[in-house]
């Protein structure tokens, strides 16, 4: 039988995150969502195929050992990308489907009913039912919004770092520094921790992937994760539910967070219940809120024309792939900030923002040139030894496409460029 994990019409929650790889890339703890459903399924289950919408298949092609938007005419059992795993799937059963609301979550198709099945482009409820498999109503839970993957992050780190086996092992000297707990503690290979270093695990777990770096006088609460090759600079504060994946610099104050990986917020300022892409780099100073003056849910701009209440005290910023702040930035309270953008200036910033536009707060926004933009995203990447590929530079190709919409609904003074 083999497995599909899809992805459905709800990624259009997780912009700007989900411009530039399929939902199920997101990270909730140590791994990936693909990565924890995998865990879930039974045993021996490899027969893995993976669906992606179809301007991220040759780049996601290049990334994973599995095949994309591949599907045979066999047994099939489909999981949404977005599922937040907790509980292992039951995969036998004749032709069904799991939903809530709008969304699919699980479902499973035979090899009969796969000799008819038409592959979308994204999955939605009509794709299942077209097949009339036996649905019922299931509440397991799901990412609608960036904000229900960091209410889960604590739990993610607990469950993920006590699932690997290593906590209380320790791979450096740690006599020059201070370990809380250190049964819940996990060090990795060629790990450099400094002078004056306190891991305060008394909270939930600490894993420290290999060759990450913690200079001195940091401070790093549990439960958190710190990715490979990640620099946690001098006096630094890392509250729990913080998720920082590899080769990230970060400073200043972090709390309740996800950094995706290779984005600095190496200088001092708070970051919140926020959520922030690959390649983001944060000015010095730059601030977000995550809780309203008078306490009340706060409301999140996911899109030029929509407006959610997340029902949720604390939410800070959303920030897409490769966007850049100046010095003293400030992000209002459930700001969500798109790909490619550049931002600063004094006061707040506009809640929300579309992908490629220039702000500085002294003028109306304006448009940021994709080429320009592309060209200092190669320079970005070559600094850390990447080089940009050309099936991700056409993912950024379609970022500013499918994001002129937003810029036009938002009325953001056109660039006035042309490729000619």
């Known amino acids: 039988m083999q497995i599909c994990i899809f992805e459905d019409k709800g990624y259009a929650n997780l912009l700007p995150l989900t411009y530039?790889?399929?939902?199920?890339?997101?990270?909730?703890?140590?791994q990936t969502l693909?990565?924890?459903?995998?865990?879930?399924?039974?045993?021996?289950?490899?027969?893995?195929?993976?669906?992606?919408r179809k301007e991220l298949q040759p780049w996601l092609q290049l990334q994973d050992k599995y095949p994309v938007n591949e599907l045979r005419a066999e047994d099939t059992f489909f999981i949404n990308g977005r599922l937040l795993a907790g509980t292992p799937f039951k995969t036998s059963g004749k032709n069904f489907l799991l939903s809530y609301n709008d969304v699919p979550l699980l479902?499973?198709?035979?090899?009969?009913?796969?000799?008819?099945?038409?592959?979308?482009?994204?999955f939605d409820l009509k794709t299942f039912r077209a097949y009339r498999p036996v649905e019922t109503k299931s509440s397991l839970p799901i990412a609608n919004y960036f904000w229900d993957i960091l209410a889960g992050s604590s739990a993610d780190i607990q469950a993920d770092a006590q699932r690997s086996g290593q906590l209380g092992q320790y791979l450096s000297d740690t006599a020059h520094m201070q370990i809380v707990n250190p049964q819940n503690v996990f060090i990795g290979r060629n790990v450099v921790l400094k002078p004056g270093v306190v891991l305060d695990a008394s909270g939930g777990p600490i894993y420290i992937a290999d060759q990450a770096e913690i200079l001195p006088n940091a401070v790093i609460l549990g439960p958190v994760y710190i990715g490979e090759k990640t620099l946690i600079k001098a006096t630094a504060r890392i509250y729990g539910g913080t998720v920082i994946g590899p080769v990230c610099k970060v400073g200043g104050e972090v709390e309740n967070s996800t950094l995706l990986g290779y984005t600095n917020k190496q200088h001092d300022g708070f970051l919140g219940h926020a959520y922030l892409g690959e390649w983001v780099n944060l000015g010095a100073g730059t601030e977000n809120s995550d809780l309203k003056n008078n306490y009340h849910p706060v409301k999140v701009q996911i899109s030029a024309s929509r407006e959610?209440?997340?029902?949720?005290?604390?939410?800070?910023?959303?920030?897409?792939?490769?966007?850049?702040?100046?010095?003293?930035?400030?992000?209002?309270?459930?700001?969500?900030i798109g790909c490619?953008?550049?931002?600063?200036?004094?006061?707040?910033?506009?809640?929300?923002l579309p992908s490629f536009v220039w702000n500085d707060n002294s003028a109306p926004p304006a448009e940021h040139r994709p080429d320009k933009a592309i060209q200092t995203a190669k320079i970005v990447m070559a600094r850390r030894g990447f080089e940009l590929s050309k099936e991700q530079e056409k993912i950024y190709q379609q970022v500013w496409q499918n994001s002129a919409k937003e810029r036009k609904l938002l009325k953001i003074k056109t660039a006035g460029w042309s490729k000619k």
Do not use: W
Not at 112 to 121: D, E, I, N, R, Y
């Open 308 to 336: 959610i209440n997340s029902d949720r005290q604390f939410v800070g910023c959303c920030i897409g792939d490769h966007t850049k702040t100046g010095i003293k930035t400030m992000l209002a309270t459930g700001a969500v």
């Open 34 to 52: 693909l990565e924890k459903i995998i865990t879930q399924l039974p045993a021996g289950q490899t027969n893995l195929v993976l669906h992606c």
């Open 107 to 122: 479902a499973k198709l035979d090899a009969k009913t796969m000799k008819k099945f038409v592959l979308p482009s994204v």
């Open 340 to 352: 490619f953008n550049n931002i600063y200036g004094a006061g707040f910033q506009p809640k929300y």
């Open 20 to 30: 530039t790889r399929p939902a199920y890339l997101l990270r909730a703890g140590l």
